[in-house]
Nanobody, 118 residues
Framework: QVQLVESGGGLVQPGGSLRLSCITS????????MSWYRQAPGKERELVAA????????NYSDSVKGRFTISRDNAKNTVYLEMNSLKAEDTAVYYC???????????WGQGTQVTVSS
């Protein structure tokens, strides 16, 4: 059974930081491309950051580049999103996603709420 469980969300003031974690099980984590998405109320879900399995290459949306950092720990089957200099517009539900092209697997977590407000 595939599971992706996000944690670390919460309420933070503008300029603050949060670290999201996504602990996974039930698939070959080391082979999967891992990514974080977010969805704000009334908006489409958007890609925030991705990290590839073998190369470790990362991609970021322009809106978070320089402020957010995605990383992975293959020994712990966990992907992280370090978020710094948070802004009100970062408020959203953040989702973890795993894509394993070998087995055509595409898995999502349940999401964690991040609210940036004073």
């Amino acid at each position: 059974q595939v599971q992706l469980v996000e944690s670390g969300g919460g309420l933070v003031q503008p300029g603050g930081s949060l670290r999201l974690s996504c602990i996974t099980s039930g698939f070959t984590f080391s082979r999967a491309t891992m990514s974080w998405y977010r969805q704000a109320p009334g908006k489409e879900r958007e890609l925030v950051a991705a990290i590839f399995s073998t190369s470790g290459i990362t991609n970021y949306s322009d809106s978070v580049k320089g402020r957010f950092t995605i990383s992975r720990d293959n020994a712990k089957n966990t992907v992280y999103l370090e978020m710094n200099s948070l802004k009100a517009e970062d408020t959203a539900v953040y989702y973890c996603r795993a894509v394993d092209t070998v087995v055509y697997g595409d898995y999502w977590g349940q999401g964690t709420q991040v609210t940036v407000s004073s």
